[in-house]
């Protein structure tokens, strides 16, 4: 038996000054806001500097899944 297919959610960024969109899963979405209000920053801030510390060959959205991921891991390595 398959999965539903998951939807995305696309949302509009500003990043360098320059309109964006990024489109990902829910749930990656509920992990970068979390992490997010967790530092005191903008989801948009947040992105940003996911955006500014991937490799120039890597799409943003693989960068913020990775990123969603690695802030999964660390939350549950400390609980």
């Given at each position: 038996m398959t999965a539903p297919p998951r939807h995305l959610e696309k949302r509009s960024l500003?990043?360098?000054r320059h309109?964006?969109?990024l489109a990902l899963e829910p749930e990656f979405w509920a992990v970068l806001q979390r992490?997010?209000?967790a530092r005191g920053i903008?989801?948009?801030a947040l992105i940003t500097g996911i955006d500014a510390a991937?490799?120039?060959s890597?799409?943003?959205a693989s960068a913020a899944r990775?990123?969603?991921l690695c802030y999964s891991e660390?939350?549950?390595a400390g609980g």
């Open positions: 500003i990043l360098a309109k964006t969109s992490r997010a209000a903008t989801l948009g991937k490799p120039a890597r799409p943003l990775l990123a969603a660390e939350g549950s």
